[in-house]
């Protein structure tokens, strides 16, 4: 059979890029087969190289809660554009964006835009040691902070994916400096403090895992945290930068209802152009340079396209108040695909939070990591490909999640149900 154009295309770039791709889910490794290259995105639709047009829940892993192309991002972006694409000095679009962050997330007293959300949680992580003065960081099984040295153990997304424990590369000075507790589970966090009195300088956390697939947190371990955090002098990190601006205004800290010391962002907050912060606390944020001593600078942080993209996203989500719409729609989803599952006689279960989602088979319930990693792998990647070939793209690894749009149509949302019911009837006869 011919090749496609994506796998000529996944066969030219295999020769000068690592595994073809620039970031190792998109090689599909954990599902099997070629990634599809994509030519061009619109609303809730990609379109591929060889001319396949799919419905999109990946969403660019997050960013695009107005699907593909918004006109007005778009707008914004071509306005900045045409002054200049960046200037390594400060602009007034960086105020304005750290204003609106403030007014939606209040605990942000201050932020320093950088480019990535690894950025984001790297430096967080730093300035929580220079204000504690203390060298250890807590973080939680399958919770994933980007590629910071530190934070990849134990840690989600592809390290996941392809079950790696750690990475090589990174020296045991540096993990030593790591502890690792479960993710919903209060008894093990006050066991690990009790071990680690005064020495711990930050907790970091997704208050809504994205990267085991989807898991939110019990009531109350939130709280809990919260509580031994401040108990024992312990920065709260939360990671928001898939919840940020996705689950409420004010990210998961505005949906539970606790508030951290430090925030991560990213994703939402540059539009789908490459944007991260971290903020928070004043006491804290003022100890970063030239304000204090820790060092942390970037050539492109704060650049005026993704600001102008960050800024109209930001102001498109403070009119349109679009959270209960997201939350509608993933609840339709989420219904509709239980009804399937139980109806063709599934062990699987729908975790969801708002417009975020994942569908984990062969268990009953996933709580935390060690429950994400007892799924069914291979029938997960036969649901993907099931519901590739049915026109509806999603996420080619069970420890990621889904995203709804507010592109996304109620015909949408339909065509895919009625994908997914056909694919489970096909597999349920095996
Ligand atoms: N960090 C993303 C998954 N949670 C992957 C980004 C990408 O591969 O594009």
Redesign the pocket.
Known sequence: MARSKSENLMARSRKRIPGGVN????SWSAVGKSPRFIKRGHAAYLFDVDGKKYLDYVG???PLIFGHANSEIAKAIKKALEKGTTFGAPTEGEAELAEMVHTMVPSIDKLRLVSS?TEATMSAIRLSRAYTKRDKVLKFDGC?H?HVDSMLVQSG??MATFSLPDSPGIPNAYTQETLVASFNDIDNLEAVFREYTDVIAAVIIEPIC??MGVIPPAPEFLHALREITKDHGTVLIFDEV?TGFRVSAKGAQGLYGVTPDLTCLGKILGGGLPLGAFGGRQDIMDLLAPEGPVYQAGTLSGNPLAVAAGITALKLLSRREPYLELDEKGSQLQCGMEDTLSKHHFRATVNRVGSMFTVFFGVDGVRNAEEARCCDRECFARFFHGMLDRGVYLPPSPF?AAFVSLAHQRRDLKKTLEAFENWAKEESRG
């Open positions: 970031s190792p889910v998109r660019s892993w997050g959300g994933y980007g997304s592809g994205g990267n898939i990621e």
